[in-house]
């Protein structure tokens, strides 16, 4: 095509991978005209503008994003071409579903090659990715984050989270995190709190917001080495020194089925297989031998995930609310989470279904993500969410509230009973160790 006649294009998305697919490879492009992106999975996305301070000067009106749910009568309106597939964590099967409405509608489907959108840093940059949601990405990177500077020395240890933003995008174009009060000037949800507030407790800097190139750039200033922190199963948006990826034996043969977290699985230099503390053996079995069949010269990390919490003594025997990390319940799937194992683990009488409790969006969440089991997702997109959340909590009848989310859910929320905060770290079984790999790879 040329620039008198481009390829009309819609980025199918979710506010994260189709941004930067757009900023890295079609902003610029003369001969491709971007009439659209679509957004799913996050809510309060569809309806808005991709801003003309990021979309450049080929788009100065900016660009809208619509539903999902629109996208074959976009396709015939716009006359579209391509529509170009831009967000994670879906079934192969969801894929191709979604490819075949496109090619009914009269369009191309389309995949980027991650070799067009992994930007080249100049500082050593360890990715840490996974085959699903809720693997246990966050208690990897926190885990690498802590070797990096306790055990191999480097004094500037600078991370950089996959996209997450929920409000005014051109004011989020690059945000960096130091502090609590970082996050609250930003008014960051509870799914971005959950990524920062790890970091920003360990005294680190972490960045995220809508440019990466940008991002990339302002992070370099201040590191000597760079952590990819990725979101969902998704590719890294950084050309990676060291690239990690999680799988996750609870839910043995995703690592197979979803998209992209199989083309991770297949570009890793290292396969941490977690949980295998909790994961019964024919699933760490079946994990292990697919990991071998598609890259075998991927080198394998077995790791556990303990739990933690300030008072066992205090769940045994009560009725208690779980309340679980978001996104590992909604798009990740999972019925439950650490939450409930350590109810079961520390002897709860009772694990109470909140759903009957539920009020307006976390009811709808219910409906949305009706494989959720018998816990309540930590849902905060927004200040109404947060209320929500904060209601439906109080109005479960129990003894106790068990947290798994990564953050202090008591600086968001008022809980009107006693609480027990659950952590998880990552913990390496038998050799070879990350510390051992890390080490290998950068020669300290």
Known sequence: ??????VRTIIAGAAGRDFHDFNTVFRHDENTKVVGFTATQIPNIEGRLYPPALSGPL??????????????????????????????????????????????????????NPQQTMLKSSKPVVAVC????????????????????????????????????????????????????DMDRARCTIEEREEYEPYIERGAVIFAGVDYE??????????DIIIWDGGNNDLPFFKPDCH??????????????YHPGEANLRMADVVVIN????????????????????????????????LFVEDPAAIRGKRVLIIEDGPTLTHGEMAYGAGVVAARQFGAAEIVDPRP????????????????????????YGREQIADLEETINRTPVDMVIIATPIDLGRL???????????????????????DLLRERFGR
């Open 413 to 435: 929320v008022d809980i009107d009973r006693p609480n027990q905060r659950v952590r998880y770290e990552l913990q390496e079984i038998g050799r070879p160790t990350l510390t």
């Open 357 to 380: 409790y539920a009020v307006r969006t976390i009811a709808d969440t219910y409906r949305k993500y009706p494989t959720t089991g018998a816990v309540l997702p930590a849902m905060g």
């Open 214 to 223: 940008a991002i990339l750039r302002r992070a370099e200033e201040e590191a």
């Open 275 to 306: 949980k295998i503390d909790t994961a019964d053996s024919t699933g760490v079995n079946t994990v292990l031998s697919n990991v071998r069949e598609v890259n075998p010269t991927a080198v394998i990390v077995r790791g556990a995930s303990p």
């Open 1 to 6: 095509m040329s620039p008198q006649n481009p």
């Open 244 to 257: 990690i990826v999680v799988a996750d034996p609870h839910r043995p043969g995703h690592e197979l089925r």
């Open 59 to 112: 788009y100065p009106n900016g660009i809208r994003i619509y539903p999902e749910g629109e996208l074959s009568e976009l396709i015939r309106k716009h006359e579209v071409d391509q529509v170009v597939f831009s967000y994670s964590d879906v079934s192969h099967e969801y894929v191709m579903h979604l490819a075949s409405r496109v090619l009914a509608a009269g369009a191309g489907f389309h995949l980027m």
């Open 130 to 181: 996974a085959v699903r949601t809720g693997s246990g990405k966050s208690q990897t990177s926190r885990k690498v984050l802590d070797i990096l500077k306790d055990e191999l020395g480097f004094g500037r240890v600078v991370a950089v989270r996959h996209p997450m933003p929920y409000g005014d995008l051109a004011a989020q174009a690059v945000q960096r995190f130091g502090t609590n009060e």
